[in-house]
C-alpha cells in the first residue's frame, strides 16, 4: 500500500500508518489484524454491549423493566438474561461458518477484479432474496398461534413484532412515527433499502445493470431456501423462526462483512480502483446495525425460551442456518475462485452443530421443486436435487 492518495476510507495515523477513515470501522486499525483478531474482538465487544443493554433489567423502576412488566410476571432479571446470551452467543460464534476460508481470502486481498464482481453479483442474490424472512416470522406471531403461559401474552407477542419490524425498517430503509412525517409516495419509493446500498457497490466496480442480477448458484439458491423455511414454513415454530432471522443471522454477519470490508478496501488500495465509502456503504452499514439488532432479538427470545428444551430448538435452528450458509460459501469459493472448497459435511464438523431431526430436508427439498425456471442455474437440475447441505446427529 502507498501512503496517497487517500480516500474517504482510509487516513494516515499519527505513526503514518493507514488507519480507516472516522465512520467507516469501529476498529480503525482492520488492516493490520488477522482474521481471529477481528473475530475475537467483535465477540468480545458484543459480550460488553449485551451486558450493559440488559444491565437495566435489574432496577425495576428502569423504562425498559416497566414496560416488559406489561406481559406480567417473568424470569428476565439480568442474570438469567445473559447467561442464556452467554450460552447462545458462545454456540453461534464459535461455529466455523465465520471463518470459513472465503472470508479469509478476501480479507487478506488475494482476489482480483474479476473475483469481486462475480461475488458481488452472487451475494447481491443472498441478500435481496432472505432480507423478506424477517417479515415472513413477524406473520408468524398472532393469535391464532399457541402463545406463551404469561399473564398477558398479547402484549409479548406484540414486542416481538414489534422489535422484528424494526429489523424490516432498517432492512428497507422506511420508519414514520406520525401521521404529518409519513412520507409522500416518491420518497417512499426512493427509500435507501440495502439493495439500494448494494447498487452503489455496484456502481463503484462499473457492473451495468444487466449483469447485476445472474441466475442464482444451486448452494446460493439453498440458503435462500433455508432462511425462508426457518422463518416461515409451519414445519417450524415461532420460536425457531424468531432464533433463525435474529441469532442465526445477525450476531456472526459484523465480523464477516468487516472481513470483507477490509479485503475490498486492501484490494483497491492495492489496484487503484477508486472505491469510497459511498460504494461500500452497504458492508459499513452492516456492521453498524446488526449488533443492535441482535441484542433485540436474543432479548425476545429469552422472553421465549422456557426450559432446556426450547434452548436446545434455538441452537437447531442456528445451526441449520449457519450450515446452509457454510456450504453457501463453499458454492461462492468454487465458483469465484475457481477451485473446490468442501462443505460442512466434509469438514468434521463438531456434533454440537448437527441437526437433531430432518424436518429441513424434507422441506427443502419440497422448495427446491417449486424455483421458477430460469431463477437458478440450470433449475431443472436443481429442482430434481436430493442432496441436502446439512450434517445430521445419530
Known sequence: MTASPFTDLLLPGPDGRLRLAPGVHPLDDLLERDADSVLAAFRDSQRADFRAAVGVLDDPSHPLSRRLAEIGPVDVDAARVHALFSDLHDHVMEHPVWRHPFFRRVFAGEMERAHLVRFAAQYHNQ??????????????????????????????????????????????????????????LDRLLGSTTHIVMYGQLFDGLGVPGGERNPPLLHAVADNVLTQRLLAGDPAFTPLEALASVGLGMEWGVPEFFSLLLGGIIRWARATGEPL?????????????????????????????????????????????????????????????????????????????????????????????????AGSVADSAAYRERTDVPFVFGG
Open 127 to 184: 441478500i435481496k432474496n432472505t432480507r423478506q424472512c424477517v417479515a415472513m416470522a413477524i406473520g408468524r406471531f398472532h393469535s391464532l398461534a399457541p402463545l406463551p403461559p404469561v399473564a398477558n401474552p398479547e402484549r409479548l407477542s406484540e414486542f416481538a413484532q414489534i422489535v422484528l419490524a424494526q429489523l424490516v425498517a432498517d432492512e428497507y430503509g422506511v420508519g414514520s412515527h406520525a401521521v404529518e412525517d409519513y412520507p409522500t
Open 276 to 372: 469510497t465509502a459511498h460504494h461500500l456503504h452497504v458492508f459499513i452499514a452492516h456492521v453498524r446495525y446488526d449488533v443492535m439488532h441482535a441484542i433485540a432479538v436474543t432479548l425476545m427470545t429469552a422472553l421465549f425460551v422456557r426450559d432446556r428444551d426450547d434452548v436446545a430448538r434455538v441452537k437447531a435452528a442456528t445451526n441449520t442456518l449457519m450450515s446452509a450458509r457454510y456450504a453457501m460459501m463453499s458454492g461462492l469459493y468454487a465458483d469465484v475462485f475457481g477451485e473446490p472448497c468442501p462443505g460442512p459435511a466434509a469438514i468434521g464438523l463438531e456434533a454440537r452443530y448437527h441437526l437433531p431431526d430432518r424436518r429441513i430436508e424434507t422441506a427443502l427439498r419440497a422448495a427446491r421443486r417449486t424455483v421458477a
